[in-house]
């Protein structure tokens, strides 16, 4: 993909297709912006998930139930490849600096499936306390713009 932005309607249309049981809202007034909520199954466990995207921005995932859950002991961290807020972490699913994602992708085609491999990752973490996902962990949620 060349990295131009793919426009909300694309991306709205695209995710209707994919994945039917997500719904969509619109994020602020200029149309540039949209939210999906929609439940997942990756392994054992339903987990209801939200996908906030608005142009030159990262996608960010939440978990919105179960609430996930954290092993403080743990060596990898309470709760490893998540980005703050500790209360309402956003899943890390990609390292922006290796520029794994850009906005001529499509969330549904990306964001959705990499959200399910985070959340398989995670529930084998639970039992293993080793987490299997690989990647780097940053610290803060960074803008397209923002990228080198």
């Known amino acids: 993909m060349d990295g131009s932005p793919l426009p909300i309607t694309a991306q709205r249309d695209r995710m209707t297709r994919l994945w039917p049981n997500f719904r969509f809202g619109h994020l602020g007034r200029s149309g540039e912006g949209g939210r999906w909520v929609g439940e997942v199954r990756p392994q054992f466990t339903r987990f209801l998930i939200e996908l906030k995207y608005t142009l030159f921005n990262m996608p960010q995932v939440r978990v919105l139930r179960p609430a996930l859950v954290r092993l403080p002991a743990n060596s990898e961290g309470a709760l490893p490849h998540v980005y703050p807020p500790a209360d309402d972490p956003v899943l890390c699913l990609f390292d922006p600096n290796a520029k794994e994602w850009d906005a001529g992708m499509y969330l549904a085609e ?39």
């Open 110 to 148: 990306t964001t959705i499936p990499w959200s399910f491999d985070w959340l398989a990752c995670y529930e084998l973490w639970l039992m293993t306390g080793r987490w299997t996902g690989g990647g780097r962990h940053g610290s803060l949620i960074p803008s397209v713009e923002s990228l080198p």
